[in-house]
Nanobody
Framework: QVQLVESGGGLVQPGGSLRLSCVVS????????MGWYRQAPGKQRELVAG???????NYLNSVKGRFTISRDDAKSTVYLQMNSLKPEDTAVYYC???????WGQGTQVTVSS
């Protein structure tokens, strides 16, 4: 069974930064597309950023220029660097293998003063 383990969430003040990590196991990571999603209370889960195995990236409009998705195939890890965080970025963040059923357990990001 594919496993994804996220880390790096926490409480940060507006304007601050966090880096999320997602370690993936039991899959050939280097040929796998990955995505970061988020779900805020009372809202639908949305795609924040995606990266293909060719390192092509795409972003939700509201995070463009602030968030950066990257990957380290040697470590089977995908990252989400989040800068200039805003209160509206508060959500549980999940990583996912492509468009599959394989999701991480989620990590809470709270942006508040």
């Amino acid at each position: 069974q594919v496993q994804l383990v996220e880390s790096g969430g926490g409480l940060v003040q507006p304007g601050g930064s966090l880096r999320l990590s997602c370690v993936v196991s039991r899959i050939i990571f280097s040929i796998t597309d990955m995505g970061w999603y988020r779900q805020a209370p009372g809202k639908q889960r949305e795609l924040v950023a995606g990266i293909t195995h060719h390192r092509e990236t795409n972003y939700l409009n509201s995070v463009k220029g602030r968030f950066t998705i990257s990957r380290d195939d040697a470590k089977s890890t995908v990252y989400l660097q989040m800068n200039s965080l805003k209160p509206e970025d508060t959500a549980v963040y999940y990583c996912r293998v492509g468009s599959t059923k394989f999701w991480g357990q989620g990590t809470q990001v709270t942006v508040s003063s």
